[in-house]
């Protein structure tokens, strides 16, 4: 609970540290800052990952300005109620940069990436698009409106070809057809209302897709291993999403987290663990009411802050490894097993003219003619999706969310019709782009994958 004061350092684009060796210090400065920023400093959290050099920094003509990393918002009261994002985005761009890297800028005009209010600037819109070898689409999105709203989406669009033989998978560079990662993070009316919504959108609704990348849930008590994630936040109050929103799910799991954080509610429960770790088993009944006493409107903010940026990890690190990038080591060592486990279980092979002569092997080919199980390492390579039937899910997931994302109805408030129609078209949810990149790079002739049902 002491940790609390930590706020003013979390409210901008920098993580948690320790610079007084003691107790987190955080500025003291509580308006908007109207010098040059400064970069961001580095905990020992993100070390490893922030040695990567950001594309902007590369590329000439945009080196001005931040990556998601890097850029820098008004620090919120450290005693907001409102939680920011911005070490969740910090986290998740030079986690996938490292992972799916080097990014490639995708050129947007700078009055649609970025857009500021009329009351002191706020609210403040800021965009970038990325693309790279296994990423056809990086989308990072930021509000800041100061203690009223911060809200933080990002989607991750694999690159539909990837690599080899697309039909078999052999030599492939990724997996192609795999599901988006969705995150969407919201703190609303001053922090009376925050929503997290985090997933693996599935391009089909296949059983033979949502088993292969698990996303099934069977209901008799077994989890895939997405749901399993999931459940471990269960103290960020996971509940069922709205209908009004999700009524056709077509593009979203049935192990998305969506919850909505009560930070009191947490910031009690944190204590009450404090307390029996540390051996007390007597608690008042006033307990729950004095915990928030000392924090004020921002008691358990930190707490949700660190459980959502725990779930986006997690479930990060659950859509890279069915990405399954770089890894043609491993996958040369499984086939290697493969082979080994096939030749160990079929026994010695004698030949169709073979000491036992042909007796039992009437009407069939014979042991040498006989059609060999392909090794299960194919198996997990064959993609189901064809790159042509991947970019046609990808459009079709973005005509969906058009339709629907409550988000564009801000932004036509904030800045005008004509502008939330280009900030849709341009960068949220363009209308049948992957199947033009596909088309324009000449892969459109890919054939189809083993998908009954998309």
Sequence with gaps: IQRRDARGVTAAARPLESTTGGRVSFSSRRTPRRHAPRPPRVSPMDASLSDTPS???KLDGIADRPTPASVEFDLLPFDSACVPWTAHMRWVFNRLES????FVPVPMDADVCTNFGKNNGKPRVESWVYRSQYARRIRFTYVDQGEEKQIFNAVVYPEPSSGGDEKSGKNKTHNGDCPLLGVDLLCLAKGKNILVGIDLQPLSQDSTYLERYGLTCSGNGVTDDLAAIRDAFGDLNAVTPSKRFYQDARFFSQSMLFARPDPKAMATHAAQQALAAAGVECVPETFADDVCVAEGPGCGTQVVEERT??????????????????NEVRRGEKEEEDALVANVTAGPDFGAESAFGDEGNEGNEGAAGAEKPKPKSEERDARILSPLETAEAHDAHDAWQKQRDPAIALFENWFGKVWAERMVDEVLFPTGLAVRELEARGLLGLGKGNAVEK
Excluded: Q, S, T
Excluded at 99 to 102: C, F, I, R, S, V
């Design 99 to 102: 992972a799916l890297g080097p």
């Design 55 to 57: 594309a902007f920094e």
């Design 309 to 326: 940026l725990a779930a986006v990890k997690a479930y990060c690190e659950f859509f890279l490894e069915k990405l399954d990038v770089a």
